[in-house]
């Protein structure tokens, strides 16, 4: 979110940056603390995850993204998650928790 932006407004801003797609946001699913190490040691960051659907199926990546696919509940490929808040928020949202 840039700063004093409404996280509404940053999940839809950040959906048509990296994905080139209006969504209509949905339930807030979880929010989590998460760290990424950088040279100048730690860098956190608060992540909140939310369900939306994509008001269309043409996706168009930018720099930051290079590809992208659906899968169902029973094909998420667990062990290539770049992120352990990713694999947190979808077994929240498929209530394995």
């Known amino acids: 979110m840039e700063n004093g932006e409404d996280p509404i407004e940053g ?3 950040e959906a048509m940056e990296e994905l080139g797609v209006e969504i209509e ?5 979880l929010v989590c603390i998460d760290n990424y190490p950088t040279n100048d040691g730690d860098f956190f960051t608060l992540n909140l ?4 659907k994509a008001l269309s199926q043409n996706i168009i990546l930018d720099g930051e ?4 696919e ?10 290539d998650l770049a992120f352990s ?4 928020s ?7 928790e």
């Not at 946001?25 to 699913?29: D, M, S, W």
């Not at 993204?65 to 992208?68: E, G, M, P, T, V």
């Not at 659906?70 to 062990?79: A, K, R, V």
């Open 49 to 52: 995850f939310y369900k939306a």
């Open 65 to 68: 993204n290079s590809q992208w």
């Open 25 to 29: 946001p949905g339930e807030l699913i």
């Open 11 to 13: 999940l839809k801003r």
């Open 90 to 96: 979808l077994k929240k949202l498929y209530g394995m």
């Open 70 to 79: 659906w899968f169902s509940e029973q094909e998420i490929p667990w062990g």
């Open 85 to 88: 808040n990713t694999e947190l």
